[in-house]
């Protein structure tokens, strides 16, 4: 499994760009590049996968370097509801999601 | 559309109980996997199964054991239950396996062992 280095937390205000890093030096060719962010008290919640490409959809937009060992999960308007704990999770075989700690994300008003 | 659902939501038992937790996935996906979550980590995978064959196992004991339906419905088995199996047990559905497919989560059935 990829090893990924996220910032424990990050903090943001409301209605701005929220750019959240990842690092995933160990990423194999194959592996496709997963975000997911857990609420408080709900279960973890799909938000955007890539493999080499930018990616786009309604929730946010995620960067991935040219040489794929990093990549930016983008939320391009933070509101108080995108405070969440976000993981990056590199993920090849079958859906085996190897979850980190994660960054905490808290948005202020 | 109906996301995934679990049962129970919670439920208490005792050292050295069993316990059952069924999981409804999406329609149309066939593929689920458990994961198990204790309060402040992220989850740790414990099996998944794809059209009613296991194809993953995480690193937990045999005590810890699961089935796919042909309904694609899915059950977790937990014997001999020990206090540190108190956590928030999830299950996800995808369409397939392999890592071009995103996976959707349930609420969660949180098991409390006493």
């Known amino acids: 499994d990829a090893k990924t280095t996220q910032p424990n937390s990050m903090e943001s205000n409301e209605e701005e760009p929220v750019h959240l890093p990842c690092n995933h030096s160990?990423?194999?060719?194959?592996?496709?590049i997963h975000w997911y962010r857990q609420l408080p008290s709900q279960g973890p919640e799909y938000v955007i996968h890539g493999l080499t490409s930018n990616v786009n959809n309604r929730m946010a937009s995620l960067a991935i370097a040219e040489d794929r060992k990093s990549s930016t999960l983008i939320l391009h308007r933070a509101t108080l509801r995108d405070a969440a704990v976000y993981y990056c999770i590199p993920s090849e075989y079958g859906n085996k999601l190897v979850f980190g700690a994660g960054t905490i994300l808290r948005v202020k008003s | 559309d109906a996301g995934v659902t679990q049962s129970p939501t919670h439920l208490i038992k005792t050292r050295g109980q069993h316990v059952t937790l069924r999981c409804s996935p999406i329609?149309?996906?066939?593929?689920v996997s458990w994961y198990q979550q204790v309060l402040g980590q992220g989850p740790q995978f414990i099996f998944q199964y794809y059209e009613k064959e296991e194809r993953g196992r995480g690193n937990f004991p045999d005590r810890f054991s699961a089935r796919q339906f042909p309904n694609y419905s899915s059950e977790l088995n937990v014997n001999a239950l020990l206090l540190g199996d108190s956590a928030l047990y999830l299950c996800a559905s995808s369409r397939g396996i392999g890592g071009t497919y995103e996976q959707y989560f349930g609420p969660g059935t949180r098991l409390t062992v006493t």
């Open positions: 160990t990423i194999s060719g194959t592996d496709y």
């Open positions: 329609s149309g996906h066939k593929s």
